[in-house]
């Protein structure tokens, strides 16, 4: 089984990602896989690589066939991946902005990331790509915004326990339509 683990940059996915692998669970880095995959460019400043979505689409496709058990596999496009499940971390888009301005990242890189959380961009992207597979019902989200990496890290094996479990009560908590920026982003205009 495959969680896909995305949300925009500056969520807290590769923190808590760390945090389940120290709990002993199967990890991925898609950033590190795209990077040993030698088929995109080179990161720009950021760290961002421009990537082929039809081809990385492939790659994880292939790449995943050869997994077993429980895996989860962290980055922003981890939902190309054919994933049982995608969890989608929200976070606040000011504090997007405030996470990436501490990375360094170029203004214009910051804004578009937080524009990009506040209208749900990770999230329909995600939506939409599991409604393509018939599995929009295994799309989840959660406003992380006030938790810590060991919290986000007991909601992801909460989640797979209740995938496994199928408990319909935990699951329906966290499907989409309950986290909404639009009054954070319209003060920004």
């Known amino acids: 089984m495959l969680i896909a683990l995305s949300g925009t940059p500056g969520t807290g996915k590769?923190?808590?990602?760390?945090?389940?692998?120290?709990?002993?669970?199967?990890?991925?880095?898609?950033?590190?896989?795209?990077?040993g995959w030698d088929r995109f460019g080179p990161p720009d400043e950021t760290g961002?690589?421009?990537?082929?979505?039809?081809?990385?689409?492939?790659?994880?496709?292939?790449?995943?066939?050869?997994?077993?058990?429980?895996?989860?596999?962290?980055?922003?496009?981890?939902?190309?991946?054919?994933?049982?499940?995608?969890?989608?971390?929200?976070?606040?888009?000011?504090?997007?902005r405030a996470r990436l301005s501490c990375r360094n990242y170029p203004k214009e890189k910051v804004l578009e990331n937080a524009e990009a959380e506040g209208v749900s961009a990770v999230l329909i992207e995600a939506f939409m790509e599991m409604k393509e597979r018939g599995m929009e019902e295994r799309v989840f989200e959660r406003d992380?915004?006030?938790?810590?990496s060991g919290e986000c890290t007991d909601w992801v094996v909460e989640m797979i326990t209740a995938l496994e479990g199928e408990d319909l009560k935990t699951l329906v908590r966290y499907r989409p339509g309950k986290v909404d920026w639009t009054e954070v982003i319209s003060g920004w205009y």
């Open 14 to 35: 590769t923190s808590t990602v760390k945090e389940l692998e120290g709990r002993g669970l199967p990890v991925h880095y898609l950033a590190e896989m795209i990077d």
């Open 48 to 96: 961002s690589v421009t990537v082929n979505v039809d081809e990385l689409r492939d790659l994880l496709c292939t790449w995943a066939k050869e997994l077993e058990g429980w895996n989860v596999l962290d980055g922003h496009l981890s939902y190309l991946a054919p994933a049982d499940a995608v969890l989608i971390f929200r976070v606040d888009p000011n504090v997007i």
């Open 144 to 148: 992380v915004t006030d938790l810590t």
